[in-house]
């Protein structure tokens, strides 16, 4: 019902997730949140990540897009094409070892689009 997203943009997910809540559905406060959906700068998805702990409730979920990276968070580093390199890439790559790291939650990664990783907080 509590939901949150970080980097709106079209407010095409977002517009996705105002459909699927229910009528009473609403947004805000620590440790309450039910649903967070990620989709801005990359270089900051770890930092959203240890907010979203907070922000979540106890079996809350966050969605993270573009974890896949184009495929090259896959491919050996000195194959990847030049316009994947940079910061971005760096901070998925962070991001999904750290994830893979993280006991708080439980990971699900969805090779759809350019790859979401689903967190359950569990505690
Ligand atoms: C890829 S778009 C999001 C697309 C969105 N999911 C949609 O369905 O249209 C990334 C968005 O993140 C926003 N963004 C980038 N850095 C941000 C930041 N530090 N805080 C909040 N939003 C940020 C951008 O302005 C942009 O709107």
Known sequence: KKTIEIG???GYSLLLTALTIPEDGQSENEGSFDYAFVDADKDNYCNYHERL??????GGIAVYDNTLWGGTVAVPEEQVPDHFRGSSRQAILDLNRSLADDPRVQLSHVALGDGITICRRIF
């Open 8 to 10: 709106v943009f079209t």
């Open 53 to 58: 702990m907070k922000l979540l409730k106890v």
